[in-house]
């Protein structure tokens, strides 16, 4: 890369994106399938946690049932997404995130790649908000439940 061409961002994806993405939620969905495009053109996969995905697959499941949850996760098996497996190290950094910043146990997942990886989180969770500085946020529009 040559000083005059711009830095390539990296994405995460929280599981309320992904959940977005699936769901086809108004607003957010076609940010999420936005973002994803690029980094396929970019050959830069977005980025999620292993335990993010866990979230996706159980509320997917939860509230579909499990003959959707496992199609979704078909499709979401073609998407560019690299999914990062949650190591010790790894794990370790994201419970000092739920404790320094009352995140949920996944989001400290979500919040602690972003950060390792130098990323944007993706997400329409405002709680995020709460790790300031440290972590980028890339805000989608928030689902409003019926």
């Known amino acids: 890369m040559t000083s005059s061409q711009p830095r390539l961002r990296r994405f995460v994806l929280d599981a309320n994106a992904l959940i977005s ?11 999420v399938r936005s973002l994803i495009e690029e980094a396929s053109r970019n050959q830069r996969p977005v980025l999620l946690s292993a335990v993010n995905w ?15 949850a496992r ?9 560019p997404i690299m999914v ?19 995140l949920g146990y996944g989001d400290s997942f979500a919040a ?3 950060i390792d990886r130098s990323a944007w989180l ?10 300031g500085k440290a972590l980028s946020l890339y805000p989608l529009p928030r ?3 019926s």
């Open 122 to 131: 993706v997400t329409a969770d405002p709680e995020f908000a709460k790790v």
């Open 21 to 31: 993405l699936l769901e086809n939620r108004a607003g957010a969905a076609a940010r």
């Open 84 to 102: 990062i497996a949650a190591d010790l190290d790894r794990t370790t950094r994201a419970a000092a995130l739920k404790q320094k910043h009352n």
């Open 54 to 68: 866990g979230e996706v697959f159980y509320i997917a499941w939860r509230v579909h049932g499990e003959a959707q």
């Open 71 to 79: 199609e979704a996760e078909t499709k979401l098996r073609q998407l």
């Open 112 to 114: 602690e790649l972003a």
């Open 143 to 145: 689902h409003e439940k």
